[in-house]
């Protein structure tokens, strides 16, 4: 079966351990990845079932974590809707920027969903080589992260192109959302358990721009599969969470058609199955809200896996202790992790004390 401690997070059973699971915890800081990109491509890592699973193996076996992760990258549906893409040392390139001239010319859903079938196949192929008792999830970008990538090329910076361009989201939106739910089912159909929703870019948003223009679509996406999808954005707030109903956009132009209303018939925020919250947030206040939010995953500050051993285990018991002394219910949907991915060239020492440590502490509690 699964990971019991997986299932437990997700139903919100109380239990002492938490499950672990870390973003990026397959990638450039693992000597398993770092030894597979010497031989293969970053694109045939991703495209290559095989290869995909045993990426998203490696760290699994090293350090036991509870969750494993399809390997892949949350822009090829950009690239299935027509867009080039192409990976190079700086990062991913896509061309052109997306302008209106250009919608007209992105491919329907049925034609682009071919073009992600090899994520679903990864996805089995992972489940076989992944141990039986742990879990295995999926992932797709979230749709203003995709927009950002496709109309800036990043999602670093100001993102004034973005946040001024209100009316051309809308439109990019009501191609791509269809094909993200498919997208989503290709990985459930592949033994998913879960899909998150990874929207980093929607943090930079005001909570009131994020309500009007995208959280209805993000509905929507939850309402197809009621509490099979996780969502986390950086930087995002509890007022993001939260129905806004300011009309303070931040300055942000005003769309003349706005995102669907997230009502039972195109889906609610409440099918969300879980968040991830970051390095900012009270994981305690977090937890709080659980009841109202599902799981919680998250979140210590990655930064702080570069400290010397010592440093560093001084900082993760800090971080720790606050937790072990809630009662074993108010830590009910809590997975452990980072309040963001993996970074680069992050000690694997210190990644093996993290595990070990939060389990140690957690058992003796």
Known sequence: MPSERFQNALRRAPQAVPPIWL????GRYHHHYRALRERHSFLELCRNPELAAQVALGPVLEFDFDVAILFSDLLFPLEALGMSLSYEESGPVLSPKLEEARLGRLRPV?????????????????????PRDKSVIGFVGGPWTLFVYAMEGSHKGDLIRSKTSAELYRAFADRLVPLLI???????EGGA??????????GELSPAWFHRVVAGDLAAMFGAFPGRLGYYARGIQPAHLRESRSSDDGGAQEPRRRAPSPDPRNGRWTDCAGIGVDWRWDLREALRQGSEIGFVQGNFDPALLFLPPEEFREQLRLYLDPLVALPIEARSGWICGLGHGVLPRTP??????????????????
Request: net charge negative; aromatic share 6%; glycine share 0%.
């Open 182 to 188: 498919e997208n989503v089912r290709l990985q459930l």
């Open 348 to 365: 694997e020492e210190n990644v093996a004390t993290f595990v070990r440590t939060v389990r140690e502490v957690f058992h003796e509690s």
């Open 23 to 26: 973003m990026r915890q397959a």
């Open 193 to 202: 358990e879960v899909v998150m929703v990874f929207d980093t870019a929607a």
């Open 110 to 130: 049925e034609d682009a969903l071919p073009r992600l079938e090899f994520q679903r196949d990864a996805m089995r192929a992972t489940r076989e080589v992944i």
